[in-house]
Each structure stands twice: as structure tokens, then as C-alpha cells.
Nanobody, 128 residues
């Protein structure tokens, strides 16, 4: 059974940095694109970033472009989200997710419906 476990969240001051990790169990990690989403209280779950199976293609939401970097280590079954220049509006629970094999990219890679496995989330709080 595939499981996704996020770690690395916490409390940081505005302008600071955090690095999130997502460890994925199972043997098929390197076959799937992965993504990061976030959800603030009372709001919908929003797309943050996605990375293809070999790490050579990435895509970001406009709100984090230039500040966040997604990467992966297929040898360690882990995907990362490096978050720099954090702002209070980045405060949310951050989720990693495995992109569905039925979602090849355009039209679904930045949507919740494009992903079929989710972690439990890790809280990120940015103080002003």
C-alpha cells in the first residue's frame, strides 16, 4: 500500500525558509509525477507545484513562483519543497500528492482531481 508522509513544517518568521519533505512508500515512486498543494483555514485546497517523474519538468502557481522550488530524489523515494522568502499568506497545511496515471499534464496537473494519493499534511505557519 502506498503511503505519503510529509515532514518539515513549523513556525517561521516572514522572510524565512523551510524545506518540506514527502517520503513515499512503495516501489513505483519514480514512475509518477508528484505535486504539492496547500490549504488555509476556511479555504479550498490550492495547487502549489508539481514535478514530473524524472525531475526535469516543474510547474508552479503564480503565487509561489520564484520563491519555492520543488525537487525529488528517486533513490530515496522523496519529493521536496524548498520554500524561501516566506510570507504570512503562505500559512497553510501543505500536502504532497501523487499525480494520477490518467493525468498527463495540461488541464489536470494543477488541480486536486489530477492526484490520486495524498499525505496527511504538515502545518506551515509564517508570522509577520
Amino acid at each position: 500500500q502506498v503511503q505519503l508522509v510529509e515532514s518539515g513544517g513549523g513556525l517561521v518568521q516572514s522572510g524565512g525558509s523551510l524545506r518540506l519533505s514527502c517520503l513515499v512508500s512503495g516501489r513505483t515512486f519514480s514512475s509518477y509525477a508528484m505535486g504539492w498543494f496547500r490549504q488555509a483555514p476556511g479555504k479550498e485546497r490550492d495547487f502549489v507545484a508539481t514535478i514530473n517523474w524524472n525531475g526535469r519538468s516543474t510547474y508552479y502557481s503564480d503565487s509561489v513562483k520564484g520563491r519555492f522550488t520543488v525537487s525529488r530524489d528517486n533513490g530515496k523515494n522523496t519529493v521536496f519543497l524548498q520554500m524561501d522568502s516566506l510570507k504570512p499568506e503562505d500559512t497553510a497545511v501543505y500536502y504532497c500528492a501523487r499525480r494520477s496515471a490518467f493525468c498527463s499534464g495540461d488541464g489536470c496537473a494543477d488541480t486536486v482531481r489530477g492526484y490520486d494519493m495524498w499525505g496527511q499534511g504538515t502545518q506551515v505557519t509564517v508570522s509577520s
